[in-house]
């Protein structure tokens, strides 16, 4: 059944792969329409790919606004499946890169593009071929433009999905200058609590429902149910549950019930810091 279950994804994984790269080839032939015609021609292309591009990310199958989900990196005995890993790969590739750049213009490519550059119609008048060099150029800055792309976390997204869940009261997800996302979880106590009464869970204490086994594999499920709805970057790898309640008196959380940010990072700096 696996089997099946993972030749079934494969299959799926490819057919997206071959309709994606006809989608990229026919945007890279309206980004090239212009270097053809003139005038309102290169509105018209810019505008038809923006509405193919709007359109393509309302359709479930592409995988909506977080596009595609592709499997884990693997480079021979090298598996990358932490943001660690790819930042050494970067750094890796940057180097690379840049000593590629820096030696390019001594090639004829890079004579042709610096020709292009200064004078196009000049170039040209030499035997430069316009549309093969122009189209190099966009394809060369298209690959280092998507080496150098980055995405931008925003933890209230991740934690409006995880307060979506009847178990949890609040959410803080930790990640800034960290290598992976994690999260501080509070509990919603009237429902947790009826959880353990329905499946006798034994405990005395709030605290002692925090750390019962049961409500963390509680928690830890309706967070792998978020996690999968979410890029693999944007994804929680580890999260604790405070153990202990928190109050408005105290300056712990605001009117409305929702933690105060600055007060957990630096009231529960050792449980964050153990999650790393």
């Not at 180097?95 to 550059?117: P, Q, W």
């Not at 119609?121 to 280092?144: D, P, Q, R, W």
């Not at 405990?203 to 709805?229: G, M, P, W």
């Not at 549950?241 to 940010?261: A, H």
């Amino acid at each position: 059944m696996d089997m099946k279950r993972h030749y079934y994804e494969d299959v799926q994984l490819f057919t997206s792969g071959v309709i994606v790269f006809w989608f990229c080839a026919f945007i890279i032939f309206l980004a090239l329409f212009p270097l053809l015609f003139k005038n309102y021609y290169v509105y018209l292309a810019n505008y038809m790919a923006i509405n193919v591009i709007v359109a393509i990310g309302r359709i479930e199958f592409f995988g909506g606004r977080q596009g595609l989900h592709a499997p884990d990196l693997t480079i021979g005995p090298w598996h990358l499946d932490t943001d660690i890993d790819f930042y050494y790969l970067l750094i890796t590739l940057t180097v690379l890169l840049t000593v590629a750049a820096r030696n390019i213009s001594k090639t004829r490519v890079g004579r042709a593009f610096i020709a292009i550059r200064d004078a196009d119609i000049a170039a040209e008048t030499m035997g430069v071929n316009l549309v093969l060099y122009k189209t190099l150029a966009f394809a060369v800055s298209a690959f280092y433009a998507g080496i150098a792309g980055g995405k931008n976390i925003t933890p209230q997204y991740i934690e409006n999905k995880l307060k979506a869940s009847v178990y949890i009261n609040d959410a803080v997800v930790i990640g800034d200058r960290r290598k992976y996302l994690t999260c501080l979880i509070m509990i919603d106590e009237d429902n947790v609590v009826k959880y353990a009464q329905d499946h006798k869970i034994q405990f005395s204490t709030y605290k002692d429902l925090t750390l019962h086994d049961d409500v963390r594999k509680l928690v830890q499920d309706e967070i792998k149910a978020v996690n999968e709805t979410l890029a693999r970057v944007e994804q929680v790898k580890k999260f604790c549950i405070l153990p202990k309640k928190l109050y408005e008196e105290d300056g712990e959380v605001t009117p409305t019930m929702k933690v105060k940010r600055k007060f957990v990072n630096e009231a529960f700096s050792e449980l964050i810091d153990s999650m790393y």
